[in-house]
């Protein structure tokens, strides 16, 4: 399965944006669809995922944040509310057929990453 992530852009805080995973070589509902993102110099946080196990916020962004799932389109869409500045990082989608819900948060149980698209939020 491929993943393209978009939407990301240069946003003031308190404002919203809205990225996109489009899931290309597979059948979207067959995959557990996760956002991550990485702050530079660190590991990839999770952000929000959407699968079979339901969905399930990082604490970080929970209140501010909703992920939800298109099965016609293919994607996979991840509405970002009242930003902060240190929400400034690389947003990846990732997908895995297999991973478990207790995984989910784990960077590790995903084998299919997109390229990533940039969020900045200024203050």
């Known amino acids: 399965v491929q993943l393209q992530a978009s939407g990301g852009g240069l946003v003031q805080a308190g404002g919203s944006l809205r990225l996109s995973c489009e899931v290309s070589?597979?059948?979207?509902?067959?995959?557990?669809i996760t956002w991550f993102r990485q702050f530079v110099g660190n590991e990839r946080e999770f952000v929000a995922g959407?699968?079979?196990?339901?969905?399930l916020y990082g604490d970080s962004v929970k209140g501010r944040v909703t992920i939800s799932r298109d099965n016609a389109k293919n994607t996979v869409d991840l509405q970002m509310n009242s930003l902060k500045p240190e929400d400034t990082a690389v947003y990846y989608c990732?997908?895995?057929?297999?991973?478990?819900?207790?995984?989910?948060?784990?960077?590790?149980?995903?084998?299919?990453w997109g390229q990533g698209t940039l969020v900045t939020v200024s203050s």
């Open positions: 959407i699968g079979r196990h339901g969905t």
């Open positions: 070589g597979g059948t979207l509902r067959s995959y557990t």
């Open positions: 990732a997908a895995s057929a297999r991973v478990i819900s207790s995984s989910r948060r784990s960077q590790e149980s995903y084998d299919n």
